[in-house]
């Protein structure tokens, strides 16, 4: 199988598509609560187990090689407040083929917020 991936260059690439490996993680699954300090945006990531890690991030891009990465653009203050980081720091790196999808998700209940509403074909 293969996957078509987009490129820096705005062209369309074909790839093989990575083997998944459900091997554990190489980090804890339990949150300290701090994550809100390293983002403003709720993200769901899928993993191949079916298992999802749910992160606070500025953004979250795919790389040219299908590694996904999280972005803290902004540091949180002593005062609570936001201001943009000289330099965005990679808060999350997943290897390609670590991962199946991501999307922003509803701090209420994990659901995509970006869908509207699925619709089921036409027969």
Partial sequence: MEIKMPSSTGSTRTTAKPKPNPGPLPFSMQGSGDAVR????YWSIGLPDGREVFVMADRVE?????ALVCWADQ???????????DT???TLGIA???WTCFYAASVLGGD????????APRV
């Fill in 38 to 41: 390293y983002g403003d945006l």
């Fill in 62 to 66: 795919v790389t040219d090689i299908g």
């Fill in 75 to 85: 540091r949180t203050t002593t005062d609570g407040s936001k201001e943009p980081r």
């Fill in 88 to 90: 965005p720091v990679p």
């Fill in 96 to 98: 390609a083929g670590q």
């Fill in 112 to 119: 995509p917020v970006a869908i509207d509403s699925l619709v």
